[in-house]
């Protein structure tokens, strides 16, 4: 039997599957060609009635950043070879134009203001992938092939032959870390966007999205960092980042009684790509203004090229102007104690469950004694009140996202 | 006075005797022996502190291994007799509960002296005492904030294992440590500099702990050949020492045989740099003729695929012998080295055709990220040479981050602001070309006239954009189709399209290229305004 393969949806069709129903404006603009475009490839709308601009891979994003609200790019596309190559070969003046130029201008100089989002959907190359690389949030649809260039290119260029899975399939990049989800399905896409964007605030500085009194979670705070997560944040809140790139580390966003935060769990040996995977979400959290939840339990650290990226979490950490908790579970040492390091005395909150321990090497303090610059030891039990209390206490009755100074300014991506 | 404290020998007997008059004269010195208020006993316990240091013992071992002490260091590193020290007398233990402190120093040795008679700032760990476990005297943030508050550079020599004072933070006062100079390691305030001032870390015997946290904050990174550079002591490490070294890893700014060979190190990276971010260039006269260099284009082969040493026309650039390479085993496709022009510092990131035809990997973006970070960061100009057929893809690159490296770069060199050259020796393509000239946020963008610029690899564009054509010929026709097809695009990518839409500012003689270069940086420092707000490349991390 022949059956022909369904269609791919077009960016319009990918549009009204995540956008509010009906609320899409397609923006009128001008063509290079100076012919009237209508929506064709980005336009406002509206998510969970929150404006976003949406377009085909990095169009348009300067109204999302002039507007001061979410961009989400449809990431699909060839790149500027495919769009504007052939045509612009006569007059050869359009290296920069071709190559993105302007909109990788706009966006190497943005200081994280407004999230930006990118949905893999169908193969990426040249500046499709390159949007990726400077968003705060991407997420790939299995089948899709994300590369700077695709295996044509590369097959003429320099004679290696892979398959679009084998160059830029989920399967490479969920492990190097460079999607932070990966969907199975075009829902599964939709759903990650609109849950990865409830998080943050619309822009930096605008008020965080906190909602009523979250649902108390369904089991105690258990071993393990999933446990752990899931019984102390929001019945249901955990939207797990990047979950198969560094596992020692495992991050996310979550809710505690309603309040948004980014959560960092150690879980296992930590080394040099934990450090990556921490900073990124430190870098996106202090941009938006989340505060950042430690649950710190980190039986061993390794060693491997760690010196520096160990130290840039420690910047990162430092750095972060958002209110910082952390709450040592089990042992804290090595390079899970230096996450650990110097606090903000007036907005931070250290806590230890009862009897673990920490130390640099050896986790020979008792985090009850003087060495241990806890400032309580809390029931595990007590933990989500603790850490509920305590944001609420620092952020006040309708919080605004105070965004950090400095850290907006890092690279995209880590 | 300007006589240095540790020169006890040029104080006169005179004023001894007069203070110790002094003291006699007043009341409540009935319980205080005489002898303590003396310039005798500061002389004495200067001089057995300083001699002795951590004991009799622990320095002749340090001898015997053929090592040298901290102050050994300072001595062959700083300016003779330049030193000033800071902190003799600190110690781990409480003074007024121990009346016999033992080794004095608090495990570093530091204080101000100059260096090619400038200022700077100097700690040294002291690997003759032991430190205890999570003591710190507080001596690394003092030397630190004392070099930050006078603004000149601080320099580390690390050879030791110290255990950090985590408990330590800035705020909290109060904890275990809390000493004279206050509770505070150096780290702390390292993880928040910004690059505020330069510091350079030497590691001259085995690193470990806090010892090595300056290593991953710092600005150069010097480690002397055998040594053991680590977050964790061998015994805590579980690969076994099977982990990649901080030198094959890329940290280590530069190897050295020997301490000497340090020292000189240090002293060069730091002769290209003010003394703190905003301050003066270091200027000096102009070596070399600036008249036109007839030699400089046969340096480079016409012939596009054929290899030749970028250095060699970084060299012929750059004021005679001024060219000083930083990271010169890590990335070897890419070269990253301070040089000066007409006696202005300048930082020269350049392609290296000598390597995988100057191709880019994502190891490249690492090190080019780090260096455009520190020139910015210190107002150091920056002078790109391009000669890249561009990013090298593979499927090992893209495992690798290649799309988050590289946007990393991109974003390091749109972000610039310090006065920027950015030259195209002969080939520059695609998004290669886009990022190394900045994104347009260079100054002068320039090419030589045997320049190719496009949007890919001429031989790859034309089978990428003429594939129907030639799967439709015969197989024996194929490659003279796509050879005159490539020679086509050879034709559009002359420098001459480029230049026409201001894409490039102007084409250049290649005899020309000192003097216009040169000219440029002149004319830029003399008409910016001085910097007001730290560059956003001053906080990036060194290495991520």
């Given at each position: 039997m022949n059956h022909a393969k369904p269609a791919r949806p077009t960016f319009l069709q990918h549009v009204e599957r995540l956008v509010d129903p009906g609320s899409y404006v397609p923006a009128v603009h001008f063509s290079e060609g100076m012919d009237l475009v209508s929506g064709t490839d980005g336009g406002e709308a509206l998510i969970d009635g929150r404006p976003v601009t949406v377009g085909l891979s990095g169009h348009i994003v300067v109204r999302a950043l002039h507007r001061r609200h979410p961009y989400v790019a449809i990431s699909s596309g060839t790149g500027g070879l495919a769009r504007g190559g052939r045509r612009n070969l006569g007059v050869l003046d359009t290296v920069w134009g071709m190559s993105g130029g302007p909109m990788l201008a706009e966006m190497a100089s943005r200081s994280r203001d407004v999230p930006v989002v990118s949905a893999l959907v169908h193969h990426s190359f040249g500046d499709s992938s390159f949007f990726t690389g400077l968003s705060d949030y991407v997420v790939q649809l299995k089948g899709a092939c994300m590369a700077l260039t695709g295996p044509r290119v590369l097959a003429i260029g320099t004679s290696e032959q892979v398959t679009m899975e084998e160059l830029g399939g989920v399967d490479v990049h969920r492990r190097n870390g460079q999607a932070d989800t990966i969907a199975e399905t075009l829902d599964e896409v939709y759903a990650a966007i609109r849950g990865f964007l409830s998080y943050l605030p619309t822009h930096a500085g605008a008020p965080l999205p906190v909602t009523g009194p979250g649902a108390q979670p369904d089991q105690k705070p258990g071993r393990g960092a999933r446990p752990l997560i899931d019984g102390l944040?929001?019945?249901?809140?955990f939207f797990e980042l990047r979950r198969d790139f560094a596992p020692g580390l495992v991050t996310g966003l979550a809710r505690l009684d309603g309040i948004p935060v980014g959560v960092l769990a150690s879980d296992g040996a930590f080394a040099a790509d934990e450090c990556l995977k921490a900073t990124r979400l430190i870098c996106t959290c202090d941009a938006f203004g989340l505060p950042l939840v430690f649950l710190i339990d980190s039986p061993q650290a390794r060693a491997d090229q760690a010196i520096s990226r160990a130290m840039m979490l420690a910047q990162a950490v430092q750095l972060a102007e958002v209110p910082k908790c952390w709450v040592i579970t089990g042992q804290a040492r090595g390079a899970g104690l230096l996450v650990t390091g110097p606090a903000r005395i007036a907005t931070d909150l250290v806590i230890a469950w009862p009897g673990t321990r920490a130390g640099f090497e050896d986790g020979s303090a008792g985090t009850d004694e003087h060495h241990w610059p806890a400032d309580g030891v809390v029931a595990p039990d007590a933990t989500r009140a603790a850490l509920a209390s305590h944001l609420g206490a620092v952020l006040g009755p309708s919080p605004v996202s105070r965004p950090g100074r400095t850290l907006c300014t890092w690279p995209a991506g880590f | 006075m300007t006589t240095p404290l540790t020169d006890g020998t040029t104080q006169s007997t005179q004023s001894t005797q007069s203070s110790t008059d002094s003291t006699d004269s007043t009341d409540s010195q009935a319980e205080i022996p005489d002898e303590i208020r003396t310039v005798e006993r500061l002389r004495e316990l200067r001089e057995q502190v300083t001699t002795q240091m951590g004991g009799p013992q622990a320095v002749s071992a340090i001898h015997a291994a053929g090592r040298r002490t901290a102050r050994e260091h300072i001595a062959g590193f700083t300016d003779p007799g330049s030193f000033v020290e800071i902190g003799t007398f600190a110690t781990f233990v409480d003074k007024v509960t121990a009346p016999d402190p033992g080794p004095y120093g608090g495990g570093i040795i530091g204080g101000h002296a100059t260096l090619d008679g400038r200022p700077v700032t100097v700690a040294v760990d002291d690997d003759s005492v032991t430190s205890p476990a999570a003591r710190s005297t507080g001596k690394a943030a003092r030397l630190y904030q004392m070099a930050l508050q006078q603004r000149r550079p601080y320099i580390e020599i690390a050879q030791g294992h110290t255990v950090p004072d985590l408990a330590a933070r800035p705020g909290k006062t109060g904890t275990s440590s809390a000493r004279t100079f206050g509770a505070e390691p150096a780290f702390p305030y390292l993880l928040e500099r910004q690059r505020a001032i330069p510091v350079v870390s030497m590691v001259l015997g085995d690193t470990s702990g806090a010892s090595a946290f300056s290593a991953g904050l710092c600005d150069f990174l010097v480690q002397l050949e055998g040594t053991r550079l680590a977050l964790t002591r061998p015994e805590n490490d579980e690969t076994n020492g099977a982990g990649p070294s901080p030198v094959a890893s890329g940290e280590v700014d530069a190897v050295a045989a020997t301490p000497d060979e340090a020292y000189a190190l240090a002293r060069r990276f730091l002769s290209y740099l003010p003394s703190y971010a905003g301050g003066p260039l270091p200027l000096t006269d102009t070596h070399g003729s600036l008249d036109y260099d007839d030699q400089i284009a046969r340096l480079v082969p016409a012939r596009r695929s054929r290899a030749y040493d970028m250095k060699a026309v970084i060299r012929r650039i750059c004021d005679d012998g001024s060219f000083f390479e930083l990271k010169p085993n890590y990335a070897r496709n890419i070269v990253t080295g301070f040089g000066r022009l007409a006696g202005i510092p300048v930082g020269v990131l350049a392609n290296a055709p000598m390597r995988m035809a100057g191709g880019l990997t994502p190891e490249c973006c690492l090190k080019a990220v780090s260096f455009v970070c520190l020139c910015d960061s210190f107002g150091v100009p920056l002078l790109v040479l391009q000669d890249t057929p561009g990013f090298l893809v593979s499927a090992q690159a893209e495992r690798d981050r290649a799309i988050v490296r590289v946007m990393t770069l991109l974003q390091a060199l749109s972000l610039i602001t310090v006065p920027s050259v950015s030259v195209v020796i002969r080939k520059a393509f695609g998004l290669a070309f886009v990022i190394l000239d900045g994104n347009r946020a260079v100054d002068l963008s320039l090419a030589w006239p045997g320049a190719e610029i496009g949007f890919m690899d001429p031989p790859v564009a034309a089978n990428v954009l003429y594939e129907p054509q030639i799967r439709q010929l015969p197989e024996q026709e194929r490659a003279a189709f796509l050879a005159a097809k490539a020679a086509e695009l050879g034709v559009v990518f002359e420098p001459y399209g480029v230049a026409a839409n201001l894409t490039i500012d102007d084409i250049v003689e290649p005899g020309a290229t000192r003097a216009v270069v040169a000219g440029h940086l002149r004319m830029s420092l003399a008409t910016r305004p001085p910097r007001t707000a730290p560059s956003p490349l001053a906080s990036w991390p060194r290495w991520y």
């Open positions: 944040c929001d019945q249901g809140s | -």
